[in-house]
T-cell receptor, first 112, second 113 residues
Framework: SAVISQKPSRDICQRGTSLTIQCQVDSQVTMMFWYRQQPGQSLTLIATANQGSEATYESGFVIDKFPISRPNLTFSTLTVSNMSPEDSSIYLC?????????FGPGTRLLVL | GQSLEQPSEVTAVEGAIVQINCTYQTSGFYGLSWYQQHDGGAPTFLSYNALDGLEETGRFSSFLSRSDSYGYLLLQELQMKDSASYFCAVRDVVTGGGNKLTFGTGTQLKVEL
């Protein structure tokens, strides 16, 4: 399985600020998926990032709030913009290929 | 719409066998995955069923019936370390070949002495 790393692992941020989360994979992957897990909840897909094209966002998520970059096949970033306490969650990246799918270690975000 | 239903909580004793069910209604289906998540951790992949039947991986087995839109995860010889949340997830394939997962509501498993 691919080795996936995320930075930062956790952060505490003030409302109104933005945080960029990095995801690095040790092999080339076509698509990168970003998920959010709010406290006590299941995982929800935010968007799908394909290199060379705009990310595709799921219902309820917009590019202005969660801009994504995918500069190459091993790296992606997700920015959480103009944060509010409701954005406090675990954010997870996942290279989505094959019959098995693995997740990064996650970024635990607390917004005060 | 997409929906996957799981029991919210299951309690069992150490050494026992427990089954966590998952029923799904999704527009696309390529397979059913199971994930384990300990408090504070990320989800870890357990098993995947693309075809009907039972897949066994050590103490864990997973079953799928596509005609019934139903699957389950079977945990045998339960250990205290198995106390965690378990999620089923339906895999769909998007344009370009990548996976898209829709997750179930999650089941909190508590293993007691």
């Amino acid at each position: 399985s691919a080795v996936i790393s995320q930075k930062p692992s956790r952060d505490i941020c003030q409302r109104g600020t933005s945080l960029t989360i990095q995801c690095q994979v040790d092999s080339q992957v076509t698509m990168m998926f970003w998920y959010r897990q709010q406290p006590g909840q299941s995982l929800t897909l935010i968007a799908t990032a394909n290199q060379g094209s705009e990310a595709t966002y799921e219902s309820g998520f917009v590019i202005d709030k969660f801009p994504i970059s995918r500069p190459n096949l091993t790296f992606s970033t997700l920015t959480v913009s103009n944060m509010s306490p409701e954005d406090s969650s675990i954010y997870l990246c996942s290279p989505g290929q094959g019959g098995t799918q693995y997740f990064g270690p996650g970024t635990r975000l607390l917004v005060l | 719409g997409q929906s996957l239903e799981q029991p919210s909580e299951v309690t069992a004793v150490e050494g026992a066998i427990v089954q966590i069910n998952c029923t799904y209604q999704t527009s696309g289906f390529y397979g059913l995955s199971w994930y384990q998540q300990h408090d504070g951790g990320a989800p870890t992949f357990l098993s995947y069923n693309a075809l009907d039947g039972l897949e066994e991986t050590g103490r864990f087995s997973s079953f799928l019936s596509r005609s019934d839109s139903y699957g389950y995860l079977l945990l045998q010889e339960l250990q205290m370390k198995d106390s965690a949340s378990y999620f089923c997830a339906v895999r769909d394939v998007v344009t370009g070949g990548g996976n898209k997962l829709t997750f179930g509501t999650g089941t909190q498993l508590k293993v007691e002495l």
